[in-house]
């Protein structure tokens, strides 16, 4: 079993910036595709970014592409994602999720662990 914990969120104002970090509790760590993913009000969970187990693939949905950055901190057991020039579009709570698969997944259901979410609030 992996726990998985989120923070770094908050309220941030159009154009700021914010760091989300991952900690996830596994002695195998560097083994682990991670992943965040993000779900607003009425919205399905979508996926926003992944690194593979190695940190050699990094992959984003479109709407992030050049402004979010997914790297991990194997030292740490974590994942970070850095969030640029931020957009209203952007609120959610953000979920990180990790996977024993080799590649990064876009659906969720490829995920068995996740965290309990952190908010995400960018005011206009």
């Known amino acids: 079993q992996v726990q998985v914990v989120e923070s770094g969120g908050g309220l941030v104002q159009a154009e700021g910036s914010l760091r989300l970090s991952c900690v996830a509790s596994?002695?195998?760590?560097?083994?682990?595709?991670m992943s965040w993913f993000r779900q607003a009000p009425g919205k399905e969970r979508e996926f926003v970014a992944g690194i593979n187990w190695s940190g050699g693939s990094t992959y984003y949905a479109d709407p992030v592409k050049g402004r979010f950055t997914i790297s991990r901190e194997a030292a740490k057991n974590s994942v970070v994602l850095r969030m640029n020039r931020l957009k209203p579009e952007d609120t959610a709570v953000y979920y990180c999720?990790?996977?024993?698969?080799?590649?990064?997944?876009?659906?969720?259901?490829?995920?068995?662990?996740w965290g309990q979410g952190t908010q995400v609030t960018v005011s206009s």
């Open positions: 999720a990790a996977t024993g698969s080799g590649i990064v997944s876009i659906p969720p259901r490829s995920y068995p662990y």
């Open positions: 596994t002695r195998t760590f560097s083994t682990y595709t």
